[in-house]
């Protein structure tokens, strides 16, 4: 009686789960259509204002910013976004569907600043973006190094909802409070649930449970691939809480950035855990953010593990050669990562040499072949030793085994070292290791590589190597020597 009870309950209980769930979906797709109401409300609203328009902003005199003190250069800046205000107001008012709505400069070192001049320009703008309202997995929304108050992001907010944008990026802006900032990307998050990449760098947030109420924000967008929040916590805010939320939450993403946001993993394995548990994440960014050797232990063990994470950025931290001794042994093992980035540590001669001991071991031939040749460590001296650059880790190897017989043709110990790695019975192999020698004398492209003449090699073989017996045994040779080099090694 009492299992049948039992069972009854978990079957109600599930049932209830399944509602919930149920009224879960619903709520979204009505928070969504609810958005789409105001979205097409306010186009409506914005048609009949101007059923004839003109781009009625009027351009904004150079004396007004001379007279406020600002430069030639950076008038000129200024004349330029307000030129790409315009254009892209006049192609949405077209009808013309952007792929990409992006303000602002990026790349300068300045931000353009508000004025209250400026506002009809915003007006302009808002009211053409409303009245866009092509929506699909193609759209962008972006604005860089662009000064925004509240009077501003206000005016936008309304305009971006229901318009199925899939990027958005935020990148160094500058806000009359932090907060406004925050909940201008909340509202975006929400009234676009189709983002796949979201972009929040360099705007810093003060306080935690703004932090909080931005990631928790973020975890629920189910079909984000790509988050970068770059130095956006402040000196109040340990970082390593966004990356256990993200971690914990978004088990589906493709990319994590979250350089500069002051982490202070205080021993915690959440990182370590996640990557060993081999998830689809194939881009990691922690760059400046107070790693030290025991974090990087950790990365490292967990790397063994792991076959998705392809680039892995952890510069400018407190890495040491203990660290490097971690990730060489890392490396020994995982031949899938392609990038590991160690530039601005703490890492002497000893710790680079570990590493290109893994990537590079040149005690023989055959070590050499079993070396790691995927991985580029970034940072590396380049007077240390040869690194995996190329995309294909069978050039890389070609190209350090050729390197090691230019090394013992200056020497003249070819023929030395050969017979030690092959033995006895190298006198039958022969043919086939000048045929693999002779394809490490070429690059990708067929093209001999410069460090040292194929042709000089190859004659120190045959004037030193067995050269008697094998003319004897052998007598393809020189067709072997001397015809085009074959694909692979």
């Not at 189910?222 to 970082?239: H, P, Q, R």
């Not at 953010?289 to 510069?315: E, K």
């Not at 071991?361 to 240390?384: K, M, Q, V, Y």
Request: proline residues 3%.
């Amino acid at each position: 009686m009492l299992a049948k009870m039992e069972a009854h309950m978990n079957e109600l209980e599930n049932k209830c789960q399944s509602m919930q769930r149920e009224m879960d979906g619903m709520k979204d797709k009505s928070q969504f259509l609810e958005a789409k109401c105001g979205s097409l409300e306010r186009t409506l609203q914005s048609l009949t204002k101007c059923k004839e328009w003109e781009y009625s902003a009027p351009p904004v005199p150079s004396r007004h910013w001379t007279e406020l003190g600002f430069d030639e250069d950076y008038i000129y800046r200024m004349d330029s976004f307000l030129e790409d205000v315009k254009i892209i107001t006049c192609k949405l008012r077209g009808g013309e569907h952007l792929q990409d709505i992006s303000l602002g400069d990026g790349r300068s070192d300045e931000i353009m600043l508000y004025d209250d001049i400026l506002l009809p320009h915003w007006r302009e703008f808002v009211d053409a973006l409303q009245l866009n309202n092509s929506s699909g997995y193609s759209n962008s929304f972006s604005i860089s190094k662009v000064q925004l108050p509240s009077v501003v992001l206000d005016m936008i907010a309304p305009a971006l909802r229901g318009k199925g944008f899939n990027y958005f990026g935020f990148d160094h802006n500058e806000f009359a409070d932090a907060i406004d900032g925050t909940e201008f990307g909340i509202k975006f998050i929400h009234n676009n649930p189709n983002l796949i990449y979201f972009k929040w760098v360099n705007n810093p947030i003060n306080s935690v449970e703004g932090v909080g109420r931005l990631v928790e924000a973020i975890n629920s967008l189910t079909s984000l691939k790509s988050v970068l929040l770059e130095n956006c916590c402040g000196d109040n805010v340990n970082g390593y809480s966004i990356l256990r939320s993200l971690l914990t939450m978004n088990e589906n993403l493709d990319i994590i950035d979250l350089d500069s946001d002051n982490i202070q993993t205080m021993g915690g394995t959440h990182l370590s855990d996640f990557l060993a548990t081999n998830p689809p994440l194939r881009k990691l960014f922690l760059e400046n953010d107070n790693l030290n050797d025991h974090d990087a232990r950790l990365i490292a063990s967990s790397l063994m593990q792991n076959t998705n994470l392809r680039d892995l950025y952890l510069g400018d931290n407190g890495i040491t050669d203990a660290g490097c001794s971690a990730f060489a042994e890392a490396l020994k093992q995982n031949n899938s990562l392609t990038v590991l980035a160690l530039y601005g540590n703490e890492i002497t001669e000893r710790g680079w040499k570990l590493l290109q001991n893994a990537v590079f071991d040149s005690s023989d031939l055959n070590s050499a072949a079993d070396s790691n040749h995927t991985c580029e460590i970034r940072g590396i001296p380049i007077e240390i030793g040869i690194n995996n650059s190329s995309d294909c880790p069978k050039e890389n190897m070609k190209k350090k085994i050729y390197s090691m017989l230019c090394s013992r043709n200056n020497e003249g110990s070819t023929a030395y070292h050969l017979n030690l790695e092959l033995g006895d019975n190298s006198l039958q192999l022969v043919p086939k290791v000048l045929e693999r020698l002779r394809n490490c004398c070429y690059n990708g492209d067929g093209e001999e590589r410069a460090t040292s003449p194929p042709l000089s090699i190859f004659y120190e073989i045959i004037r030193s190597w067995k050269m008697p017996t094998l003319f004897e045994a052998h007598s393809d040779l020189i067709s072997v020597m001397f015809t085009q080099p074959a694909v692979g090694i």
